[in-house]
């Protein structure tokens, strides 16, 4: 499981993180209703993440020779926009279904706890 929901929220509109006492600390995740992006723009952040943020890569390959990210590989990044790591993997069909969910249930629309529940 991705758990996308940690930094987006299931709603899509951002996810919130707390401290332990639960205070909300910050907002870490950008908003997936609000969003502007196109599929294969969606699909290369997802796959990549974004350097320079807590948003990791997905894709075991994503970086290399073989899977190029925003036309660079790992080496051209510098240290400090080195991406953060993953518990779970998505292969590329996988990315492809959650960016058209996220495109279908989320973007320019946002979703309802009733509407989250049935997916």
Do not use: N
């Not at 020779?65 to 660079?72: F, L, P, T, V, W």
């Not at 990044?77 to 790591?85: I, V, Y």
């Amino acid at each position: 499981m991705a758990k996308c929901e940690y930094c987006h929220g299931w709603y899509g509109e951002h996810g919130e993180l707390y401290d332990l006492v639960g205070d909300s600390v910050r907002d870490p995740g950008p908003s997936l209703v609000a969003s502007t992006l196109d599929r294969d723009a969606m699909i290369e952040v997802v796959s990549c993440g974004m350097p320079k943020s807590d948003m990791p890569r997905y894709l075991p390959r994503a970086w290399t020779e073989e899977h190029r990210c925003y036309g660079m590989v790992a080496t051209d990044l510098e240290r400090a926009q080195l991406l953060p790591r993953v518990e779970v993997f998505l292969c590329a069909r996988q990315i492809e279904t959650v960016v058209d969910y996220v495109r279908t249930v989320y973007q320019r629309t946002g979703i309802t706890l009733e509407d989250s529940m049935k997916y």
